[in-house]
């Protein structure tokens, strides 16, 4: 079976190897790096391993924090930033209690962010608040995945994060073509490493599947961009500055997401 005890071994492997070529480094970036993805491996893993309660737990929360986030970089005002927030518990917390009435779930959730500027009659800035917030409702949305997964979310968990070190390496170590004039930093050679590394941490965790594979190799590189993209619009390098050498936790949790909404269609 898919899931935690497959893949555990192979994730501690992984931290392992990884703490000893960052403290070899001496680079403080990747010591916090590695020490950040230590914390937070076994948390994710242990959510996971309680079931449907503990995956939706784990969503509400990183589902709160990231609205937080993304309030401030679409200089959401607090009301949409709290509608957003509110879509961030219902849709997970229905995933878990009635998931085929999650499309009903996501809709009023859009409705909500929707209703707020349109009520408060606002001609000047109510269209861009109501593109705004249903982007982020849609965009968390995502996280009901790890609900609709359940154990089988860890492997993706782990092949996300194995896939952004081989883009980071590969873009570095070969370079070529940038992949976006979003992220001028990403090269096309990193989507082709990142797409590599992932396939096989799934391969590791016997999850590689047709679908967790596209949804790796697509929606990684794919959830990068599309944070990448409103990050520019706000004019900021990271989401946040509390999560050590990442910023914020969409900057971790951006590709994850788009993993998770095709891994889901899939």
Known sequence: MIGIASTAPYVGGVLAAGGAGAMASRKPELIRKWCTW???????????WLGRPGATALAVALGLVAALEYGRLA????VDTAAVGLSAIAVPVTACLAPHSLPVAVACAVLGVVVGPVVAGDVHDGARR?????LGVVWLAALSGLVLLGQ????????????DVGAWCAGRLLGGPALSVLSPAKRWSGVLGGALAGCGALALSGALTPRFAIAVAVGAPLGDLVESMVKRGAGVKDAGSWLPGFGGLLDRIDSLLAVLVLAAIF
Do not use: K
């Open 38 to 48: 230590a914390v937070t491996a076994p948390l994710v893993g242990g959510c996971l």
């Open 75 to 78: 200089s959401l005002r607090p």
């Open 130 to 134: 109501a593109a705004f917030g249903t």
């Open 152 to 163: 089988a979310a860890l492997p993706l968990f782990f092949a996300v994060s194995v896939a």
